[in-house]
């Protein structure tokens, strides 16, 4: 227990150094800039911002932080080593997959493809040993293939439990226009999380280094994805802790479901992904061959994952579709403003004003602008509900947004471009 105890304490101590560390106010930086997206075209469709920018950033960091403390904590237990994991081929790799597609700027595709370059690499090496010769094909041969990929695993580990706790916490309200030309309602889930990670770096010292003076020694059994360090006869490992900054983000739609369903069904999804993943490369360490299944694993999976979730969004039925419920249907309620503090809430069915019926958007301003006094009548699942409220505010500032009309003037729709493609746009 005491030697878990200071672990945890020296952990805490080196993270402690990451607040101070400019790329974690970097990241920081970025969420904000990505969160001000996401306000402003809330202000483009519907005038009014439904998130604020400041206290989305601030939950992003929280959580971000918590992220951090979960991650540190795997990183540590398995013992991956980031001195050996390739770490400097990664980051290019995954940049130049962003060029085709933004959302493929991820370990899983990146992890993947070198993993598998480098078992190819290894296969071919005996029959063309001048390939050790060229540095970067001898570096990439020399990656530890069940750290990497178990590194992927327990990033997006790290992803699921923030999604779990808190994909759904920044939802923004969207009209899309579908590939039938509907005009429905649904949500983008979009969340950035800065964190701050402590990592492992193995070094080779001789026993009579004074470094292992006041240092803590493990059980035998650690660490559990060993090491590919060479040792001479009188040398020991040292592994130093250190802070790292990482960035996490999740980006979904929910059209045909909640977004509190949306991101707990796919956190269990990633969390099962994850688990798995990082399960096949720690057996990989004793079985070889199982680097193979886990390389192809850790990009495959990933893009299963996205696939099935994308088709069980768009296939199913709109939740938030002008054909689905008489009235208008409450897709979102703007915090501050008469639609919360009456009540409101997302989901909800306003069927009448005044005893009045109404049938569009058209009749629910007609009503407000008309009567100073108005009463609501709702139906929230299987209850009705009359809520009185007094117009004294104007008339654009109610705070309800409600499901588009069949013939929305004011939508997104899905694109599928590259940024490469784009920047090829811009120069012809």
Not at 139 to 166: K, R
Not at 288 to 309: D, N, Q, R, T, Y
């Amino acid at each position: 227990m005491t030697l878990w105890l200071d672990i945890i304490t020296l952990m805490f101590k080196t993270m402690f150094l990451s607040f101070v560390n400019p790329y974690f106010w970097l990241v920081i930086f970025i969420v904000i800039m990505q969160y001000r997206r996401t306000v402003n075209l809330e202000k483009k469709l519907f005038g009014l911002a439904v998130n604020n920018i400041r206290q989305v950033t601030f939950s992003s960091v929280l959580y971000g932080i918590l992220g951090g403390l979960f991650g540190s904590i795997l990183l540590l237990l398995l013992g991956i080593s980031l001195d050996n994991i390739g770490i400097i081929y990664l980051w290019p790799v995954a940049i130049f997959l962003f060029l085709f597609n933004p959302r493929f700027l991820c370990f899983a595709y990146a992890g993947g493809i070198i993993a598998v370059f480098s078992l190819f690499l290894r296969a071919i090496q005996p029959v063309y040993p001048v390939l050790g010769e060229i540095k970067i094909l001898a570096g990439i041969m020399e990656i530890h293939l069940p750290s990497l990929l178990a590194l992927v695993g327990i990033l997006h580990l790290t992803e699921s439990l923030l999604i779990y706790l808190s994909g759904h916490r920044s939802a923004s309200p969207i009209y899309l226009k579908t590939s039938g030309g509907e005009v429905v309602g649904g949500y983008s889930l979009q969340c950035f999380w800065p964190l701050p990670l402590v990592g492992l770096w193995a070094l080779a010292v001789a026993e009579s280094s004074q470094m292992f003076v006041g240092s803590i020694p493990m059980p035998e059994w650690w660490p559990l994805l060993g090491t590919v360090m060479n040792l001479g006869g009188d040398e020991k490992i040292v592994y130093l802790m250190f802070p790292i900054v990482a960035g996490l983000g999740y980006s979904d739609m929910a059209l045909s479901s909640d977004p509190v369903d949306k991101r707990r069904k796919t956190a269990r999804n990633l969390a099962i992904y994850s688990v798995l993943l990082s399960a096949v490369a720690i057996t990989a360490v004793y079985i070889p061959v199982m680097a193979i299944i886990a390389a192809l694993l850790a990009p495959l999976g990933h893009e299963f994952l996205i696939h099935k979730g994308n088709k069980e969004e768009y296939s199913s039925p709109p939740l938030f579709s002008a054909d689905n419920v008489d009235g208008l249907q409450v897709l979102a309620v703007i915090p501050q403003t008469p639609a919360e503090k009456v009540g409101l809430q997302r989901g909800d069915n306003l069927i009448a004003i005044n005893d009045m019926d109404l049938h569009s958007e058209l009749d629910f301003w007609n009503a407000v602008r008309l009567n100073n006094r108005l009463i609501l009548t709702i139906k929230r699942g299987s209850l009705t509900k009359r809520l009185p409220l007094k117009s004294s505010w104007p008339i654009n500032e109610f705070g309800a947004i409600f499901t588009p009309g069949k013939y929305a003037g004011v939508y997104v729709e899905m694109s599928k471009s590259s940024l490469w493609e784009r920047f090829k746009r811009k120069r012809s």
